[in-house]
């Protein structure tokens, strides 16, 4: 939790945390709580893979085993879980990465996510807005962001990295990857070392498919894998995989997300997780639940009069203000 985040507090943002922290959308697990007994008696592991009507868990005392879910069953990738018999149990779960689905639904895509690695290139770049977007995803879910430029070797990339420094420096680590020839891309690993769990996401050609392959060099074998050991004569799909880095840190395969559709970010979010604001935040606005719109005593827009911060900056904050106001589509 950042000093900002607790200068907030406030009932309304602990209930809507706690909605968030509860598996919204998760939920309902019909199975009574777990004793005591039938944890200590499990095997623990994590869900590396889920296949619709059933989950590869991988034990933490070595080996892996496919676990078919109960009908009311919701397991995702990065799950914790015991095993007791053919039994599944799922611990209770934070850094929740959601997205809204076709039809509009909200879908989680992994859990326990520690890190989540906001991909972009100089071609194609990104839609705008959008890596303001996955900061505010990721910090409101509890989940680090880190910004990662690959395909550094085409031109005009050190200036975007420039930029990227220039404007997000300050608040997250900008790592300069290329894919291709491998180029700092050990930089990957050693964010995740100490085991931590990690995803990419990105719009679609970035190169988060070449990344993954450069780092997890068994990749093609694990995937096929995994496809022999899924049900046949039912659809699934293998919503996103977790794959072991040298080094100890673990990378979500998030395959198909393209896109930070769920918007899962309230306002009051935003004013508080927008990359660049942090330290203006310190000596705060003089309402804690300012949105630093026109407030009277609001140290972000005395920071952009100062010229402390570029008018861009402010524009590209209420725009993502605007768009979070805006009736969500198909939400309900
Ligand atoms: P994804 O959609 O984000 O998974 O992107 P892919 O991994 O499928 O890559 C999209 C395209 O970008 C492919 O043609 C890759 O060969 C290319 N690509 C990926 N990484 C690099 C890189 O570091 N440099 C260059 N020049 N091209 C890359
Ligand atoms: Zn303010």
Redesign the pocket.
Known sequence: MTANERAVGGSDRRKRRAKKQGRAGHEPQPTESPSERELAAGERGRVVAHHGVAVLVRFDAGGERQIWLTPEQRAVAGDLVVVVGDRLIVLPATGILRRMDARGRERTIAVNLDLLGI?I?L?PREPPGYIDRGFLIARSAGIEPIVIL?????AGAGELARRLDEIYGESAPVLR?????S?GIAAIPEALAGGKLGA?V?????????????LVPDLDLRVSELNRGSHKGRHTTTTATVHDLSGGGLLIDTAGF?DFIAADVEPGEAAIFFPGFEGLLKDGCRFRDCLHRSEPGCGVLAALSSGQIPETRHRAYLQILDELAAPKKGRR
């Open positions: 991909v290139a071609d690959n395909k550094t070797d085409l990857v290329c894919a291709k020839t180029e990419l990105g719009p679609s050609g970035v190169g988060k498919s070449s990344l993954l392959n450069a393209k």
